[in-house]
Protein backbone atom coordinates (compact mmCIF):
# COMPACT_ATOMS: atom_id res chain seq x y z
CA UNK A 1 0.00 0.00 0.00
CA UNK A 2 1.52 3.43 -0.99
CA UNK A 3 2.29 5.51 1.88
CA UNK A 4 0.69 8.94 2.69
CA UNK A 5 1.77 12.55 1.87
CA UNK A 6 0.63 15.96 2.95
CA UNK A 7 -0.89 18.17 0.20
CA UNK A 8 -1.78 21.31 0.84
CA UNK A 9 -5.15 22.03 -1.44
CA UNK A 10 -7.27 25.00 -1.69
CA UNK A 11 -11.38 24.13 -1.38
CA UNK A 12 -14.05 27.02 -1.30
CA UNK A 13 -10.82 29.98 -0.29
CA UNK A 14 -9.56 28.11 2.44
CA UNK A 15 -6.45 26.35 2.38
CA UNK A 16 -6.00 22.89 4.24
CA UNK A 17 -3.52 20.37 4.96
CA UNK A 18 -4.30 16.48 4.31
CA UNK A 19 -3.05 13.41 4.87
CA UNK A 20 -3.60 10.96 2.21
CA UNK A 21 -2.52 8.50 -0.25
CA UNK A 22 -1.56 10.48 -3.60
CA UNK A 23 -3.91 7.98 -5.52
CA UNK A 24 -6.75 9.10 -3.08
CA UNK A 25 -9.54 10.34 -4.82
CA UNK A 26 -10.42 14.27 -4.62
CA UNK A 27 -14.17 13.24 -3.79
CA UNK A 28 -13.27 11.33 -0.39
CA UNK A 29 -10.79 14.02 0.98
CA UNK A 30 -14.00 17.19 0.28
CA UNK A 31 -16.15 14.50 1.82
CA UNK A 32 -14.32 12.29 4.38
CA UNK A 33 -11.73 14.94 5.66
CA UNK A 34 -12.92 18.41 4.98
CA UNK A 35 -16.87 17.19 5.42
CA UNK A 36 -18.16 18.66 2.60
CA UNK A 37 -21.53 17.19 1.45
CA UNK A 38 -22.07 19.09 -1.77
CA UNK A 39 -20.23 16.62 -4.34
CA UNK A 40 -21.75 13.30 -4.31
CA UNK A 41 -20.40 9.25 -4.73
CA UNK A 42 -22.49 8.18 -7.89
CA UNK A 43 -20.80 5.75 -10.29
CA UNK A 44 -17.13 6.43 -9.22
CA UNK A 45 -16.56 5.78 -12.88
CA UNK A 46 -16.58 9.44 -14.13
CA UNK A 47 -19.87 8.54 -15.79
CA UNK A 48 -22.41 10.48 -13.52
CA UNK A 49 -21.73 14.03 -12.67
CA UNK A 50 -22.80 13.46 -9.02
CA UNK A 51 -19.03 14.31 -7.51
CA UNK A 52 -18.69 17.31 -10.14
CA UNK A 53 -16.52 20.36 -8.63
CA UNK A 54 -14.87 23.38 -9.96
CA UNK A 55 -11.14 23.42 -10.56
CA UNK A 56 -9.87 26.45 -11.37
CA UNK A 57 -13.11 27.09 -12.73
CA UNK A 58 -13.57 24.53 -15.12
CA UNK A 59 -15.68 21.51 -14.05
CA UNK A 60 -14.09 17.98 -12.85
CA UNK A 61 -15.04 14.79 -11.72
CA UNK A 62 -14.10 14.53 -8.65
CA UNK A 63 -14.46 10.39 -7.78
CA UNK A 64 -11.59 9.91 -10.24
CA UNK A 65 -9.30 13.25 -9.65
CA UNK A 66 -6.40 12.16 -7.56
CA UNK A 67 -5.28 14.31 -4.38
CA UNK A 68 -1.53 14.63 -6.24
CA UNK A 69 -3.20 16.09 -9.50
CA UNK A 70 -4.40 19.02 -7.40
CA UNK A 71 -1.58 21.28 -6.89
CA UNK A 72 -2.24 24.91 -6.10
CA UNK A 73 -5.47 24.89 -8.11
CA UNK A 74 -8.47 25.83 -6.70
CA UNK A 75 -11.26 23.82 -5.99
CA UNK A 76 -14.68 24.76 -5.54
CA UNK A 77 -17.76 22.72 -4.65
CA UNK A 78 -21.38 23.70 -3.97
CA UNK A 79 -20.92 24.92 -0.61
CA UNK A 80 -18.25 27.36 -2.08
CA UNK A 81 -20.27 28.20 -5.26
CA UNK A 82 -22.33 31.33 -3.63
CA UNK A 83 -19.22 32.79 -2.53
CA UNK A 84 -17.42 33.05 -6.20
CA UNK A 85 -20.21 35.47 -7.12
CA UNK A 86 -21.28 37.38 -4.42
CA UNK A 87 -17.77 37.38 -2.71
CA UNK A 88 -17.50 35.29 1.34
CA UNK A 89 -18.89 37.65 3.24
CA UNK A 90 -22.39 38.06 1.64
CA UNK A 91 -22.54 34.58 0.78
CA UNK A 92 -21.70 33.94 4.71
CA UNK A 93 -25.11 36.15 5.11
CA UNK A 94 -27.09 33.76 2.96
CA UNK A 95 -26.94 34.97 -0.34
CA UNK A 96 -27.19 32.07 -2.78
CA UNK A 97 -25.44 31.94 -6.10
CA UNK A 98 -28.03 33.19 -9.01
CA UNK A 99 -28.36 28.76 -10.19
CA UNK A 100 -28.84 28.01 -6.59
CA UNK A 101 -31.62 30.58 -6.31
CA UNK A 102 -33.10 29.70 -9.47
CA UNK A 103 -33.28 25.65 -8.64
CA UNK A 104 -34.97 27.12 -5.68
CA UNK A 105 -37.12 29.43 -7.79
CA UNK A 106 -38.28 26.28 -10.68
CA UNK A 107 -37.92 23.54 -7.46
CA UNK A 108 -35.58 21.76 -9.43
CA UNK A 109 -34.93 18.89 -7.19
CA UNK A 110 -36.50 15.79 -6.13
CA UNK A 111 -34.28 13.38 -4.50
CA UNK A 112 -31.60 15.71 -5.19
CA UNK A 113 -28.69 13.68 -5.48
CA UNK A 114 -27.51 15.19 -8.80
CA UNK A 115 -28.06 18.38 -8.04
CA UNK A 116 -24.91 19.24 -6.37
CA UNK A 117 -23.25 18.43 -10.25
CA UNK A 118 -25.71 19.64 -11.90
CA UNK A 119 -24.78 23.32 -10.48
CA UNK A 120 -21.39 22.93 -10.87
CA UNK A 121 -21.37 21.88 -14.33
CA UNK A 122 -24.45 24.82 -14.83
CA UNK A 123 -21.71 27.39 -13.73
CA UNK A 124 -19.16 25.97 -15.62
CA UNK A 125 -20.99 26.36 -18.77
CA UNK A 126 -22.36 29.91 -17.46
CA UNK A 127 -18.45 31.13 -17.13
CA UNK A 128 -18.04 30.33 -20.80
CA UNK A 129 -21.71 31.28 -22.19
CA UNK A 130 -23.64 34.24 -20.63
CA UNK A 131 -26.86 33.34 -23.12
CA UNK A 132 -26.66 29.77 -23.70
CA UNK A 133 -29.69 28.17 -25.78
CA UNK A 134 -31.71 25.35 -24.73
CA UNK A 135 -29.63 23.43 -27.64
CA UNK A 136 -26.18 24.16 -25.67
CA UNK A 137 -27.78 24.47 -22.02
CA UNK A 138 -29.01 20.66 -23.11
CA UNK A 139 -25.37 19.27 -24.82
CA UNK A 140 -23.53 21.00 -21.87
CA UNK A 141 -25.61 19.24 -19.51
CA UNK A 142 -25.80 15.77 -21.39
CA UNK A 143 -22.94 14.05 -19.48
CA UNK A 144 -24.91 14.66 -16.02
CA UNK A 145 -27.73 12.33 -15.08
CA UNK A 146 -30.79 12.38 -12.83
CA UNK A 147 -32.69 9.33 -12.35
CA UNK A 148 -35.68 11.63 -11.00
CA UNK A 149 -36.13 13.10 -14.31
CA UNK A 150 -35.16 16.88 -13.51
CA UNK A 151 -33.97 17.41 -17.11
CA UNK A 152 -36.61 20.40 -18.31
CA UNK A 153 -36.75 21.81 -14.85
CA UNK A 154 -32.83 22.20 -14.67
CA UNK A 155 -32.77 23.92 -18.54
CA UNK A 156 -35.51 26.50 -16.85
CA UNK A 157 -33.39 27.19 -14.13
CA UNK A 158 -29.98 27.78 -16.29
CA UNK A 159 -32.02 30.20 -18.65
CA UNK A 160 -33.15 32.03 -15.42
CA UNK A 161 -29.66 32.28 -13.23
CA UNK A 162 -28.35 33.02 -16.86
CA UNK A 163 -30.52 36.57 -17.31
CA UNK A 164 -30.00 37.09 -13.19
CA UNK A 165 -26.40 36.62 -13.75
CA UNK A 166 -26.31 39.14 -17.09
CA UNK A 167 -28.62 41.30 -15.30
CA UNK A 168 -25.82 41.84 -12.79
CA UNK A 169 -28.89 41.52 -10.35
CA UNK A 170 -26.99 39.75 -7.32
CA UNK A 171 -30.41 38.30 -5.33
S1 LIG B 1 -19.42 9.71 -8.98
FE1 LIG B 1 -18.05 10.83 -10.22
S2 LIG B 1 -18.94 10.83 -12.16
FE2 LIG B 1 -20.25 9.53 -11.00
S1 LIG C 1 -32.99 14.83 -8.50
FE1 LIG C 1 -32.86 12.69 -8.04
S2 LIG C 1 -31.20 12.00 -9.26
FE2 LIG C 1 -31.54 14.02 -9.94
Known sequence: MPAKEKFRISVNGEEHTVEATGDTPLLY???DYLDLQGPKFGCGLSECGA?????NGAQIRS?????NKVGTQKVVTLEGLAATYHGTNK???????PLQQAWIDKQVPQCGY???GMMIQ???????????????????????L???GTHFRIVEAIHE?????????KK
Open 63 to 67: CIYPI
Open 51 to 55: CAVLL
Open 91 to 97: AKLGHLH
Open 122 to 144: AADLLSKNANPTTAEIQVAMNGH
Open 114 to 116: CQS
Open 161 to 169: AAGVMRAGT
Open 146 to 148: CRC
Open 29 to 31: ILR
